[in-house]
C-alpha cells in the first residue's frame, strides 16, 4: 500500500467507535477504547538465513518513515513512548490496560499523537524474529499507563 492508501485507512480507523468487548477480525484487533489495524507485513522469516530479515526491516522502516512524516505534517511532531517498562510492570504482575498491553509484547516504542481527544499510534511490531515486521496503526482513548 501506499502512504496515502494508509492515511485513508488511519482517517477511516479515527472515525470508528469502539466495540463493547475485545474482538480480532483479519489485520484488526479492538476491545473498549481501542483499535489497531496492520496496514502491512513483511514475510515471515521461519526460514530465512538473515539476508531476507534485514532487507524487510529496512523496507518496513522505509513505509514507517514516510507515514510517521505523513502524520506529523498533518498534526506535528510525536510523542515517542518507550513501551519496555510496560513489559517490566506485566511482567511483575501488573494488570497493563489494552492495547498497551498488546503493543509492549510486540515493540519497543509507538509514535503518539494526540488528536480530537483521542491518541493516534504508530509502530513497528515483531512479536519473534522468526514472525513477520508489521505496521501498525491505533486509536485509542486510553492514556498511556
Known sequence: MTTAE???TIDRLRAQG????????????SGPGYRLVQ????????DDDGS?????ADQISAEYGALTQALTDRWG??????LASLLDRGLDGEEIPEPWNE???TTDH????????RWLLMCVAQWD????????????VVDPP
Open 52 to 56: 531476507g530479515r534485514e532487507e524487510a
Open 129 to 140: 524474529k522468526e514472525f513477520p515486521f508489521m505496521l501498525l496503526a491505533g486509536v485509542t
Open 18 to 29: 469502539f466495540p463493547p468487548e475485545p474482538a480480532v477480525s483479519g489485520d484488526q484487533s
Open 39 to 46: 496496514l502491512s507485513r513483511t514475510r515471515d522469516f521461519w
Open 103 to 105: 503493543l509492549c509484547n
Open 77 to 82: 511532531p510525536p510523542q515517542v513512548f518507550g
Open 110 to 117: 509507538v509514535h503518539l499523537w494526540r488528536v480530537e481527544g
Open 6 to 8: 494508509h492515511l485513508e
